[in-house]
């Protein structure tokens, strides 16, 4: 499967990955987040141009308070830059394809991506919707930051991951 950059013709009405605020963000948000420049969004088409799968990448930065301590020690800022994968949704007519794992990959791939070659980031982060997105993010590596109700991967850890 290819995974895209968004365009408001893709087919979206039918889009329902059993959580509303998702849903409805592919359905009324994700064209003029898009377009306003508050985000990138990525989809998974399929072959009659659904979407049944996307993500959104966006500019973000945590107090450093909020970050492991770690990464306090190494960090002299008072905020610290990371990457906010914002949105992650897989149509429920899909689970169990590998689709969440596969966006979840490509989007981390970016990340890295653009953090080593153009704009700087010490992590990616997200804001899990419920206790099932914890499960999955922990899954593959992200820790919860106690503060914020948010969870981390380090650009390190995600490097890492790719040369393995």
């Known amino acids: 499967m290819e995974i ?13 990955c059993g959580k509303k605020p998702l849903n409805n963000y592919i359905l009324r948000n994700a ?9 990138t969004c990525f989809v998974i088409l399929s072959d009659t141009d659904q979407v049944i799968g996307y993500y959104t990448l966006s500019a973000e930065s945590i107090p450093k308070k909020d970050a492991p301590d770690k990464l306090q ?47 700087g980031a010490v992590a990616v982060i997200v804001d899990p919707i419920d206790g099932e997105a914890i499960a999955f993010y922990a899954k593959y590596g992200f820790t ?6 948010r969870m981390f991967m380090s650009m390190n850890k995600i490097e890492l991951a790719f040369k393995e």
């Open 31 to 39: 064209t003029k987040d898009v377009k306003s420049g508050a985000c």
């Open 144 to 149: 919860m930051l106690p503060t914020s109700g």
């Open 4 to 16: 895209i950059p968004y365009n408001r013709e893709f087919k979206r009405e039918n889009f329902d």
């Open 73 to 119: 020690k190494k960090i002299k800022y008072e905020y610290i830059p990371v990457i906010l994968l914002g949105r992650l949704a897989i149509d429920k007519n899909e689970f169990g394809n590998g689709y969440g794992k596969l966006l979840l990959i490509d989007s981390l791939k970016k990340c890295l991506e653009v953090t080593k070659n153009q704009i």
